[in-house]
């Protein structure tokens, strides 16, 4: 039942997103939906199911969090955005089999940071990279992702 819930809510936030519910509305729903996911969470929490029972009681603990979004303008309910960004450089790891030493690992985080974060600019990533390493080896300010 708790499933059902919170799939109604993403689909009424999906709403939102494409204009056909206002984000006012939304919220003047959402305490409805908190209370009856929180009821849920609790029967859940009190499961002899241990995996089931642990779930809830983490989500629980950390309540406040999960409706972060119907705080903040702009704060998506789910964390798809991240995983997204995520996905290449978990691919790379399981392609390559990670990094041989400390520093190779230093440098796989930031080059995979770079790339994500020039996608998420629309940035071309080369020229990027070309136009840092010239700015580098000529001693002048290196451009930013900021």
């Given at each position: 039942?708790?499933?059902?819930?919170?799939?109604?809510?993403?689909?009424?936030?999906?709403?939102?997103?494409?204009?056909?519910?206002?984000?006012?509305?939304?919220?003047?729903?959402?305490?409805?939906?908190?209370?009856?996911?929180?009821?849920?969470?609790?029967?859940?929490?009190?499961?002899?199911?241990?995996?089931?029972?642990?779930?809830?009681?983490?989500?629980?603990?950390?309540?406040?969090?999960?409706?972060?979004?119907?705080?903040?303008?702009?704060?998506?309910?789910?964390?798809?955005?991240?995983?997204?960004?995520?996905?290449?450089?978990?691919?790379?790891?399981?392609?390559?089999?990670?990094?041989?030493?400390?520093?190779?690992?230093?440098?796989?985080?930031?080059?995979?940071?770079?790339?994500?974060?020039?996608?998420?600019?629309?940035?071309?990533?080369?020229?990027?990279?070309?136009?840092?390493?010239?700015?580098?080896?000529r001693g002048a300010p290196v451009p930013t992702l900021l």
């Open positions: 039942m708790l499933e059902i819930y919170a799939d109604y809510l993403l689909h009424r936030w999906r709403e939102v997103k494409r204009g056909q519910l206002s984000r006012d509305d939304f919220l003047t729903e959402a305490p409805q939906h908190q209370a009856d996911i929180r009821r849920w969470l609790e029967i859940g929490a009190c499961t002899p199911h241990t995996s089931t029972a642990g779930t809830c009681r983490r989500l629980l603990r950390h309540w406040p969090i999960l409706w972060t979004f119907t705080r903040y303008e702009g704060v998506e309910p789910t964390n798809n955005a991240v995983e997204r960004a995520l996905r290449h450089g978990v691919i790379w790891r399981k392609l390559c089999y990670g990094t041989a030493s400390d520093a190779g690992s230093r440098f796989a985080e930031r080059i995979l940071t770079v790339v994500a974060t020039a996608r998420q600019q629309g940035r071309d990533l080369l020229t990027f990279l070309y136009q840092a390493l010239s700015a580098h080896r």
